[in-house]
């Protein structure tokens, strides 16, 4: 806008100001998508205008590879997050799909773009010596029946010959890694891996990322230390998609090791120290959790806070490996690289190949796959006040008009339409001197 007011020639700017009551609007939102075996998992919202009451009946309707399943699901209130699964051909290397609902007064936000690639095995690696923690780990890193999830544990000393870039996260139970072993968890790090340091049970001076353990503390003889407060929308330890909360109160510890150093605490003890804390590096995460899966230490092994935990933190370092098969309208991961060409495979809508660019759908870059959404900011659209549109239009001389076509200015609104009137019937009078028969020329002989 200043660019506009610094024009030698002012611009003439009109602003529709949507005064009018809006259109009934639902909205479909993919949250996320991961391939597990033979299903892909999609994390979806589907939301309603801010005023709607009562609930709802919403037909969904799911495309994959040209095969089209419908759904009624019942909205309660304004929103609904909830997970759906979708079984893939066992020989289904890669594919697309998308999610719709009935078109309404918005028909951009009716449709939600999700595409996969081959099926890969889940990978941990648990750094821990020999013993019940490491066991207790092992057996949240890869819970019986979960075929494509694996975990193997190594020996601190070890840990260099079998860390590589396929893993989806590291669950470190030993002293902070120092020397090469540093250096290679901050590389997985920087890759966007993850990775859970639990209590060496030594006091040590090691530091990874300017974090280290404090001593060993000991609660009170027949006391414990109770997990209290924990980020119930953010973290290992949020609610649900569906909204049901993790039973995280239930763990107790009679030992614990505080993480000292800057991270973000997203669950602490009932004396306000961090159980659980976050740092992040570029794209990965470090989590340090204050104490261990061992009856000597805690009940962490009952697996109400551990599970979940290791889980989710395990399955955003495996969603790394199937990002590049979904980005958002107008990101750097949707432009065309050189050489590539642009080609629409979903026949959702109607495509005009010339909007490609600007329209979510399912595209083939090159040799690429890629579900293309539009952004999170246009499901929440920013409503201006007269005095912020006045700030933001400061210095340009700019017309509000309202739903209906009525300018702030009537004197303008009248001169438009008196000129449009007259042109019109000046078109009308021309077209009519134009269809008058032409006089004939009689021919009269004696």
């Known amino acids: ?181 540093n250096e290679l968890i901050q590389r997985f790090l920087t890759s966007g891996g993850q990775v859970i340091f639990f209590p060496p049970g030594i006091s040590s001076d090691n530091a990874f990322l300017d974090l280290k353990w404090s001593s060993v503390a000991e609660a009170p003889a027949g006391k414990f230390f109770i997990l209290k407060d924990w980020n119930r929308s953010d973290g290992p330890l949020r609610d649900g998609i569906d909204g049901t909360p993790i039973a995280a109160d239930r763990l107790k510890a009679i030992r614990r090791q505080i993480p000292l150093g800057d991270s973000t605490p997203l669950a602490r003890w009932d004396d306000g120290e961090p159980v659980i804390s976050r740092r992040m590096m570029d794209q990965g995460t470090a989590w340090f959790v204050g104490s261990l899966p061992d009856y000597t230490w805690s009940n962490m092994g009952d697996a109400d806070v551990l599970l979940p935990t290791v889980q989710r933190i395990i399955s955003a370092g495996a969603d790394r490996f199937d990002a590049s098969y979904l980005t958002t309208v107008g990101s750097d991961a949707a432009q065309p690289l050189a050489g590539e060409s642009r080609v629409r495979l979903d026949n959702y809508g109607t495509a005009e190949p010339a909007n490609n660019a600007y329209e979510a759908g399912i595209f083939r870059l090159g040799e690429r796959l890629l579900a293309v959404n539009r952004p999170a900011q246009e499901d929440s659209p920013e409503i201006l006040t007269r005095e912020q549109l006045d700030q933001a239009l400061e210095g340009t001389d700019y017309t509000l008009l309202d739903q209906a076509g009525q300018a702030d200015d009537p004197s303008l609104s009248r001169d438009v339409w008196r000129a449009f009137f007259i042109a019109v019937l000046c078109l009308f009078i021309a077209e009519a001197v134009l269809s008058l028969p032409k006089k004939s020329a009689v021919l009269v002989t004696a």
């Open 1 to 181: 806008f200043s660019m506009m007011a610094a024009l030698p020639q002012k611009p003439a700017i009109r602003v529709l100001s949507l005064t009018g009551s809006s259109s009934s609007n639902v909205a479909v939102r993919l949250l996320g998508s991961r391939r597990s075996s033979n299903e892909i998992l999609l994390d979806l919202e589907i939301f309603r205008a801010a005023d709607s009451r009562g609930s709802d009946i919403i037909p969904l309707t799911a495309h994959l590879n040209g095969i089209r399943t419908t759904e009624n699901l019942t909205i309660p209130g304004q929103s609904l997050r909830f997970q759906k699964r979708i079984s893939i051909p066992t020989n289904s290397a890669t594919g697309s799909g998308w999610l719709s609902i009935p078109a309404d007064g918005n028909s951009r936000d009716n449709s939600a773009f999700f595409a996969y690639g081959p099926a890969r095995p889940i990978k941990s690696v648990i750094v821990a010596p020999a013993g019940e923690a490491a066991d207790y780990l092992a057996l949240a890193a890869a819970p019986p029946g979960l075929g494509n999830f694996s975990s193997q544990r190594v020996d601190p000393e070890n840990a260099a010959a079998i860390i590589t870039g396929e893993l989806s996260a590291i669950l470190w139970a030993a002293p902070l890694p120092t020397g090469p072993n």
